[in-house]
């Protein structure tokens, strides 16, 4: 997309700065140990934000590790990142191996079954091949059961033709700091890496990284925190903002008399009023749980911090939102307004919408563009003119 195209289209964007990106990877190095990698997760297009863009970044900025979850993503990141290390979460499932091999991947290792088969990839190449061992500490999720792993520690052979290059588990409360999962989770994750051969170790999501230098081990795997998500949501957000949805107004029209706004006709204008319809709806990932809910606010000029309530119901391709209290020169057709990002954060909007930042950041549909600039660089694209892509 152009930015010419950018500015002729309906205006929803996402607005990913890429220098936010950047400042939050040294961010998280800054509080681990000079040992201590700082991974990073790349998954589902890196939360939505493009991992074409945002990894590159990272990669630049000295991140030699990367998490996705799928072998399709793992393959669409090692074309644009040939030389960094790539890992897949949900590891090698069966037929995958040729892939992973081909180009260079490194499944993570969720059960025997797949340690058996990435083995026989290995012995098919006739080398040693790079794998990373999930265990399970508390998810039930993915990575090896306690019996499993225990075969694995009385018969190491079955790594033979392997490189065990990385134990790794997940924690499951890591943004709840008191939590004793936390320290359940370490201390199991201690004892059974004692077990095993030596490898390097990780366990630490974003949220985990903030439990401080025990949960550090030698990588850390952090995606959240990197796109703006606060890690530490039990106090205040020690990361960059990353990602701002905007919209455009393309419709304003003054109601004097009573009248119904939107689907199943839930809010009723009573005084005079004004109402701005901005095309995002629920296909674009905007929640349809946030009509007569949450709000949005002017992107710029003297009145942005008075909040633009949603008004009705979320449509499909459409919101409307009550604008009555800016003076009629702030809104007019072409207006930006956040609908996340800078007064009211993707954790708060989320909140609203009675779920997690993540998953508001990681449903943006693929009609809205995301559109790129770098803070370190260049302020970010104003009401008006062009957008830097
Ligand atoms: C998604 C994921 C992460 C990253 O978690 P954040 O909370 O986004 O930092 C780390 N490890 C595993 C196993 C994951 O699935």
């Known amino acids: 997309m152009t930015a010419t195209d950018e500015t002729k289209g309906t205006g929803t964007r996402l607005v990913v700065d890429l220098g936010g990106v950047r400042r939050n990877y040294r961010n998280l190095v800054e509080r681990v140990a000079d040992t201590v990698t700082v991974a990073a997760v790349v998954k589902a297009d890196a939360y939505g934000l493009g991992a074409h863009r945002v990894a590159p970044v990272l990669a630049a900025e000295g991140c030699t590790d990367f998490f996705v979850a799928t072998i399709e993503e793992a393959v669409a990141l090692r074309a644009v990142l040939p030389e960094v290390r790539i890992y897949a979460l949900n590891g090698n499932i069966p037929g995958s191996e040729p892939d992973f091999a081909a180009h260079g991947l490194v499944p993570v290792l969720n059960d025997l079954g797949a340690v058996e088969r990435w083995q026989a990839q290995a012995r098919l190449a006739e080398t040693p091949l790079r794998a990373v061992i999930h265990i399970d500490t508390g998810m039930s999720r993915l990575g090896m059961a306690a ?26 409360c890591g943004e709840e700091r008191a939590h004793p999962m936390n320290e359940a989770q370490r201390t199991r994750f201690v004892e059974c890496a ?40 039990y106090a205040p957000n020690p990361m960059t903002e990353v990602a701002r ?14 009248m119904t706004v939107g689907y199943g006709a839930t809010h009723r204008v009573t005084h005079k009023g004004r109402i701005a319809t901005i095309p995002i709806g629920y296909a674009d990932g905007y929640p349809r749980a946030l009509g007569n809910l949450s709000s949005g606010v002017l992107a710029d000029g003297s009145k942005s911090d008075i909040p633009l309530p949603v008004v009705g119901r979320v449509s499909m391709d459409l919101i409307t939102l009550d604008v009555s209290a800016l003076p009629p020169d702030e809104a007019t057709i072409g207006t930006y307004v956040d609908l996340f990002g800078g007064r ?40 008006s003119g062009a957008d830097p892509v």
Do not use: C, W
């Not at 009211?344 to 943006?364: K, N, S």
């Open 147 to 172: 019996s499993e792993r225990e075969r694995l520690e009385v018969e190491p052979q079955r790594l033979d033709g392997l490189t065990p290059s990385l134990l790794i588990s997940h924690l499951a």
């Open 194 to 233: 004692r077990r095993l051969p030596p490898m390097a170790a990780s366990l630490a999501n974003s949220p985990g990284l903030f439990l401080g230098a025990p949960y550090h081990f030698d990588m850390v795997r952090a995606g959240a925190a990197l796109y703006g998500i606060n890690p530490t949501p």
């Open 245 to 258: 949805l905007q919209g455009k107004i393309v419709a304003l029209r003054d109601v004097d008399s009573p």
């Open 344 to 383: 009211r954060t993707v954790d708060d909007v989320a909140a609203e919408a009675g779920t997690i930042g993540y998953e508001l950041l990681v449903r943006i549909g693929k009609r809205v563009p995301r559109v790129y600039h770098d803070s370190e660089v260049e302020p970010a694209p104003s009401k």
